[in-house]
């Protein structure tokens, strides 16, 4: 089944606690990016990979960092989080090229920081 | 620049009544797709439609359909026969040429069916 996998699911942390969220995609697709989802502002891009080794900021990357070592993964770090970054964090990955393709996203990480 | 605009917050619609839910954008590119995803209580994202801007026809599927006005710039969805499943948020988002790495998302519209 094609699919993009989060982990963890929810996630309750104290500030400045390093953390990681993970992503991996089953469909070889080049594209992943990671939005966060706050009430009123919709989903943005924090930051997006267009393959191996490749990746850059989205619209709100401050705090945030991402690797992408193989192409299935692509990790979310907040090395220091802060309650500003209390939301909800989705993954996403597209095939490349063309406006027509879906983003596939993962079920969602609801991150609180206390 | 590129730019979502839903400008309904909350809706509500009767059981097996149709529902349109608005979506306005602003784009330079000459070519972009549109798409719309639920987003239901337990938080995943559902693609539901998709609509292309050199299509002219307006995309069906299923009880989804996509009203689809480019001079306009507005690409509504239809829900027909509204269930109480249909009961989520709505999002609309736009892909462009210029930049295919992301996409940009409207600010969402709350959706109650009631029975």
């Known amino acids: 089944e094609a699919q993009v996998t989060q982990n963890p699911r929810y996630l309750i942390t104290v500030t400045g606690k390093k953390l990681t969220v993970t992503c991996s995609q089953n469909m070889n697709h080049e594209y992943m990016s990671w939005y966060r989802q706050d009430p009123g502002l919709g989903l943005r891009q924090i930051y997006y990979?267009?393959?191996?080794?490749?990746?850059d900021k989205g619209d709100v990357p401050e705090g945030y960092k991402v690797s992408r070592k193989e192409k299935r993964n692509f990790p979310l770090i907040l090395e220091s989080p802060s309650p500003n970054q209390t939301s909800l964090y989705f993954c996403?990955?597209?095939?490349?090229?063309?406006?027509?393709?879906?983003?596939?996203f993962g079920q969602g990480t609801r991150l609180t920081v206390v | 620049a590129q730019k979502i605009t839903q400008t309904q917050p909350g809706m509500f619609v009767q059981e097996k009544e149709a529902v349109t839910l608005d979506c306005t954008y602003d784009t330079s590119d000459q070519s972009y797709g549109l798409f719309w995803y639920k987003q239901p209580s337990s938080g995943e994202m559902i693609f539901l439609i998709y609509q292309g801007s050199y299509d002219e026809q307006n995309a069906t599927e299923g009880r989804y359909s996509l009203n689809f006005q480019k001079a306009r710039k507005s690409a509504n969805l239809v829900i027909s026969a509204s269930q109480l499943g249909d009961s989520a948020m709505y999002f609309c988002?736009?892909?462009?040429?210029?930049?295919?790495?992301?996409?940009?998302f409207g600010s969402g519209t709350k959706l109650n069916v009631k029975p």
């Open positions: 990979s267009m393959n191996v080794e490749v990746t």
């Open positions: 996403a990955s597209h095939r490349s090229g063309g406006v027509n393709t879906e983003a596939f």
């Open positions: 988002a736009m892909r462009g040429s210029y930049n295919f790495n992301k996409f940009y």
